[in-house]
């Protein structure tokens, strides 16, 4: 079952289909919210998924896939961070330079071009 909550989507299962750490869940939330607090003017989503165990964070934007990038966003390894606070103000600057390679404009959310850079 999806659970949607404003613009940010967290999954109840895994591809498995196993059932989640609530951990990972809760860490999925705090960061989807913090990356919707921080670009809240741009006009995508973001999709979140934790992985506690296994130390990654993978954060991509649904609307950039739909343009034909697949597989395009950023993964996070965050047992390098010392503190929860640094893996979210890490994951907010991961976000901001997926927008940035999509040419979406932070502040305003207007795209300036329709390519994506991926270097």
């Not at 750490?21 to 960061?31: F, H, Q, R, S, T």
């Not at 919210?33 to 995508?44: G, S």
């Not at 404009?105 to 329709?114: A, K």
Request: aromatic share 6%.
């Amino acid at each position: 079952m999806d659970t949607t909550t404003d613009r940010y989507v967290h999954l109840d299962m895994n591809e498995e289909g196993e059932t989640r750490n609530p951990l990972d869940e809760a860490m999925e939330a705090e960061i989807g919210k913090a990356l919707c607090d921080a670009y809240w003017r741009t006009p995508v989503s973001w999709l979140v998924e934790a992985n506690g165990v296994s130390g990654f964070v993978k954060i991509t934007c649904p609307e950039l896939h739909q343009m034909g990038n697949q597989n395009y966003g950023v993964v996070l390894h965050i047992r390098k961070l010392p503190t929860y606070l640094s893996v979210r103000k890490a994951a907010v600057m991961k976000g901001g330079e997926l927008l940035e390679r999509a040419f979406v404009n932070r502040e305003t959310g207007v795209r300036t071009r329709d390519e994506v850079h991926r270097d």
